[in-house]
């Protein structure tokens, strides 16, 4: 039997909300604004590390991508977009259904399922590029999750994870301020107890065979009303690892 890392209570969590998914207002519209952060770090770094023509519109192309918790397909689209084959998975079926319909509706083909990251490392499939994004946090046993997540890397492909650290600011502003308010995120959206360091997650990624290449923070400017890459990793941050070629 499968063992499992799915967290029931947080599984209905994001059920509860999963029509509001592309609504650039509503609850997850911190996520929107996230998005383009997370999507350009995603896209440079794949550029860089499979030798890619930045000038071309799919860079991405012939790419083999898994999101993993991916929601409604906020990450999954805009990579199709950009030329990757994408498996999006998430245990929610109410997230993969609107997933699924949203990409019928705007035309692009992307494989998502919905299952756990367990179940699809036991049929052997394989990435050049995993996603953990905004998941971690979320998941139970995480050793076991992250184990799973690095299984899924094929070699020489990349992983990354993004998570929000463990510091009295991320509780301060993360927690308190972005769901108490700034009324940005509902309330009990996270919890302090499970958020992990940076340093926590690149020793998870080395104990399961990945070499970490770079920690990078993700900072909000309110002047500008975005997320920008930052030096900063004491709020929102992300691990960039990658799994040794073949010999």
């Known amino acids: 039997m499968t063992q499992t890392t799915i967290n029931p209570d947080e599984l209905a969590k994001f059920a509860a909300m999963a029509d509001e998914w592309w609504d650039p207002t509503g609850k997850f519209k911190p996520l929107h604004k996230f998005n383009p952060v997370r999507l350009g770090y995603v896209r440079d770094q794949a550029i860089r590390h499979f030798d890619r023509d930045a000038g071309t519109i799919r860079p991405l192309e012939g790419l083999k991508i898994l ?7 906020l990450l999954s689209e805009p990579l199709t977009r950009l030329g990757a084959t994408v498996t999006g998975i998430d245990p929610g079926e109410e997230n993969i259904a609107i997933a699924s319909l949203h990409a019928e509706r705007a035309g692009l083909e992307i494989d998502y399922r ?32 992250m184990q799973t997540c690095a299984t899924l890397v094929a070699p020489g492909g990349l992983m ?3 998570s929000i650290n463990r510091t009295l600011r991320a509780r301060a502003l993360a927690v308190f301020a972005a769901e108490n308010v700034l009324r940005w995120l509902p309330r009990g959206t996270h919890d302090y107890a499970k958020f992990l ?31 920008r890459p930052s030096r900063d990793t004491g709020i929102n ?5 990658e799994k040794p070629a073949a010999a």
């Open 160 to 162: 990354v994870t993004a």
């Open 67 to 73: 999101d993993i918790g991916c929601g409604g397909g």
């Open 197 to 227: 360091t940076p340093d926590e997650i690149a020793a998870l990624c080395r104990r399961n065979g990945l070499k970490v290449i770079e920690k990078t923070g993700v900072a909000f400017h309110p002047l500008a009303d975005e997320w």
């Open 114 to 145: 919905a299952i756990t990251a367990e179940t699809l490392a036991e049929t052997g499939a394989q990435f050049d590029i995993v996603l953990n994004m905004e998941v971690v946090e979320h998941v139970d046993n995480v050793p076991l999750y």
């Open 237 to 241: 941050y992300m691990v960039l690892a």
